[in-house]
């Protein structure tokens, strides 16, 4: 007897769109087509875990139906013709549909030969057996579980499981993927999966820049991608993306510590730059250009370095505010916050935690209206005389409009003395 979960769907979702999907499956009936929940949603369902991706997969005619559907429940459509996909949008979440797909490999790392399938087809071509789980969802057979690849046992025995040998030599995407569900689920790889990934750690090689840094990225944004980060050295991974790359307690710990604090920064980007904390300029710039960060990243990254080299500068208990302030106002946040968190120096960080809580927002009150207005000619002493405000507001010596106006006049004075 085939597994039927309608039970458990309909206390995973939320009523409205329970019912929903219940009428993209009569409609896809009466299309002539099986629909499914394919996928990742179908994993979390089981583990209890809240997922809002809803992937459904179509063995007929995944636009056809999208047309139908989006018409009939008011959806905002979207169409990609050249993949057979459609988004539906709803207000608060949205449907993911697909034509059933076949896929072949002509090269290790190359993207797949796409073609039409059914659903064993589509399934096949998935990345793990946790992950190639469907439920039937139209009327007759709705919330029957097809599991051709034991996804189930695997998902009760905790296991991360290819579907065939080849699987990280088609895709070595795989092999970062299969890290990460590994360390979210707290589950283990299997025997042979974890073999086989050990002997196909170099298919990594095959993969373009972008596609690696995609997976590190969802990698960054776990609840505590330290663990993942901690397998990929383990398994021989974490030096296939930088050969010098490691972790050690201290990055451990730096990334338990970047979540405690409470930065304006995504913690993906920080985290990232603690990765990179003990890298060479040399080395930063290989992984730079190996994962093709965006420009801003990259600028973050460099920076971080180009910081951490100018620390000692900042670890002298005697400066003043205005002292930190002019050594750090060019840097980006995100390379201050990896270098508040990284540092040695418990003064440094001090700091920098100064810098980016406080002085980075101080600014004078007057303005160069105000001091032409007093009578300074306009002209070059007006930058000085605000560089001089600035510095006597951030070292606390001016507190009111009154004592930079003073300040002012007497600067003014002496300049033109
Ligand atoms: P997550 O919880 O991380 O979002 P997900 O399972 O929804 O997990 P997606 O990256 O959105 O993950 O992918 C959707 C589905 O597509 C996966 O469940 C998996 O079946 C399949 N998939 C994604 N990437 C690959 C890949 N590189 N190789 C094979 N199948 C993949």
């Known amino acids: 007897m085939p597994k039927n979960l309608s039970t458990q769907l309909g206390q995973y979702l939320p009523p409205p769109v329970l019912a929903l999907i219940k009428i993209a499956g009569k409609e896809a009936d009466e299309l002539g087509q099986e629909l499914y ?40 459509l979207t169409v990609h013709a050249r993949f057979g996909t459609a988004k539906l949008n709803y207000p608060g979440f949205s ?8 896929e072949t490999y002509n090269k290790p790392g190359a993207l797949p030969t796409v073609k039409p399938g059914n659903l064993k087809d589509d399934l096949i ?10 439920l039937h969802l139209n009327p007759k057979r709705f919330g029957e579980l097809i599991d051709l690849y034991h996804g189930k046992d695997d998902l009760d025995n905790r296991l991360i499981r290819i579907l065939h040998p080849n699987s990280f030599i088609d895709d070595a995407t795989r092999i970062l993927r299969a890290i990460r569900y590994e360390q979210r689920l707290g589950f283990k790889l299997e025997a042979e999966t974890e073999k086989l990934l050990r002997r196909d750690v170099t298919m990594l090689d095959t993969i373009s820049g972008d596609r690696i840094r995609h997976e590190l990225e969802l990698i960054l944004q776990e609840d505590e991608p330290e663990r993942a980060i901690r397998r990929a050295e383990e398994l021989g991974v974490l030096r296939k993306l930088q050969q010098s790359l490691k972790v050690n307690g201290w990055l451990s710990k730096a990334f338990v510590k970047a979540r405690q604090v409470n930065t304006r920064v ?33 600028q973050a990254m460099r920076q971080t370095l180009q910081l951490k080299a100018q620390l000692h500068n900042l670890a002298n208990p005697k400066l003043k505010p205005s ?23 418990p003064i440094a960080s001090q700091h920098l935690h100064l810098y980016l809580a406080k002085l980075r927002y101080i600014k004078p009150l007057l303005k160069g209206d ?8 306009i002209g070059p002493k007006i930058g000085e005389i605000l560089d001089a405000l600035h510095k006597a507001r951030l070292n606390g010596e001016v507190k ?18």
């Open 370 to 377: 105000d001091l032409t207005r007093m009578g300074i000619p």
């Open 266 to 298: 995504p913690l993906p980007s920080i985290y990232l730059c603690l990765l990179i904390y003990n890298l060479t300029e040399k080395e930063n710039e290989e992984f730079i250009a190996r994962l093709n960060f965006p420009k801003s990243l990259a």
């Open 37 to 76: 929940l394919v996928g990742g949603m179908v994993r979390d369902l089981f583990l209890n875990r809240a997922n809002f991706d809803f992937d459904l997969v179509v063995e007929g005619d995944a636009i056809k139906l999208a047309q139908k559907f989006a018409k009939d429940s008011q959806a905002k």
């Open 95 to 102: 449907l993911d549909l697909a034509t059933a797909r076949s």
């Open 125 to 134: 071509r998935r990345d793990f057996s946790i992950n190639a789980m469907a």
């Open 400 to 417: 009111t409009r009154r004592d930079e106006e003073r300040l002012a006049k007497s600067w003014g004075q002496n300049q033109t003395d």
């Open 323 to 345: 002292d930190i302030y002019q050594s750090l106002h060019s840097y980006t946040t995100i390379a201050m916050q990896a270098n508040a968190l990284a540092s040695e120096s």
